[in-house]
């Protein structure tokens, strides 16, 4: 290797293995591509009114209720996700590939076709949505279908990152636990469930990010009431037609709830 495709901290004594110099001015631009439009709507904000904006009663109703959905669409994605990742990674079927696209398919649907979808499925007049009615429970249109809405989207990431980790991690240990007699249930609890931790928190992290900011699916399957299916992207697009210092304001705040999230949750590996 030459000098050129390494570097060795001068303090630290870590060494960088495999990243060509010319790396670093591209990741330079691509880092700046993702904070100059942050810094962009900062500079936009008008602080002298910026606690006025961000805690009208519109937008805390808005900001509570979209953590609130996004904490319970999280839960969900963990309770789906963690068996579907599974199952693609410790199984083999036919038809394992169109199944693992099928899955995987709202990562690349435009989120109002997702809601269309949805809409499609639990609406009024959709495939199920008729029997929800005779039994009296009404989905679209209410905060279950924020919820619903937010699920959709969000799952993908949490299957994608559990199924990585699994495969990852091979299933060795898995094989060995179970010929010195543990119980599938065991092996699931004792060791695929700590093997898989680090990729399970991530994968809930990304979860419950890509919830709190889903606009689109929502708007499309749950509509728009204040206190019951407004979220702050919702919001954030109403103001934006009418006040652009909130709207700017209430954009600024939930990238701010969505960076503590992710800084306060994710800690790569191998840092202390």
Same mark, same amino acid.
């Given at each position: %290797?030459?000098?050129?495709?390494? &570097?060795?901290? #001068? &303090?630290?004594?870590? !060494? =960088?293995?495999? !990243? #060509?110099?010319? =790396?670093?001015? !591209? @990741?330079? /631009?691509?880092?700046?591509?993702?904070?100059?439009?942050?810094?962009? %709507? =900062?500079?936009r904000v008008d602080w002298s009114r910026f606690g006025a904006l961000v805690t009208s009663e519109a937008a $805390? @109703?808005? +900001? +509570? +209720?979209?953590? *609130? =959905? @996004?904490? %319970?669409?999280? !839960?969900?994605?963990?309770?789906?996700? $963690? #068996? %579907?990742a599974?199952? /693609?990674? *410790?199984? *083999?079927?036919p038809g394992q590939r169109l199944v693992r696209a099928v899955v995987l398919l709202p990562l690349v649907l435009p989120p109002v076709v997702g809601g269309i979808a949805l809409l499609s499925t639990f609406g009024r007049r959709g495939l199920l949505g008729e029997t929800f009615e005779v039994l009296g429970i009404q989905i679209a249109f209410s905060t279950t279908?924020? $919820?619903l809405a937010q699920t959709f989207v969000a799952l993908p990431f949490l299957v994608l990152s559990v199924e990585a980790t699994l495969r990852a991690s091979g299933a060795r240990f898995e094989a060995v636990a179970a010929t010195l007699g543990a119980t599938p249930g065991t092996v699931f609890r004792r060791v695929t469930l700590p093997l898989v931790l680090p990729g399970l928190l991530s994968g809930a992290v990304l979860a419950f990010a890509r919830a709190l900011g889903e606009f689109g699916a929502t708007l499309t399957f749950a509509g728009s009431l204040q206190g019951v299916t407004r979220t702050l992207p919702l919001e954030i697009y109403l103001q934006r037609e009418t006040d652009a210092d909130a709207a700017v304001a209430l954009a600024l705040l939930l990238v701010a709830v969505a960076l503590i999230v992710m800084v306060a949750t994710h800690r790569p590996r191998g840092l202390s």
């Open positions: %290797m030459s000098r050129s495709d390494s &570097h060795t901290g #001068p &303090h630290d004594g870590r !060494v =960088t293995l495999g !990243v #060509p110099r010319w =790396t670093l001015p !591209v @990741a330079a /631009l691509g880092a700046l591509f993702i904070v100059l439009p942050i810094v962009g %709507m =900062t500079l $805390v @109703a808005a +900001l +509570l +209720l979209s953590l *609130r =959905t @996004a904490m %319970m669409s999280t !839960v969900l994605c963990l309770l789906f996700g $963690v #068996p %579907m599974l199952g /693609l990674a *410790r199984s *083999r079927f279908a924020v $919820v």
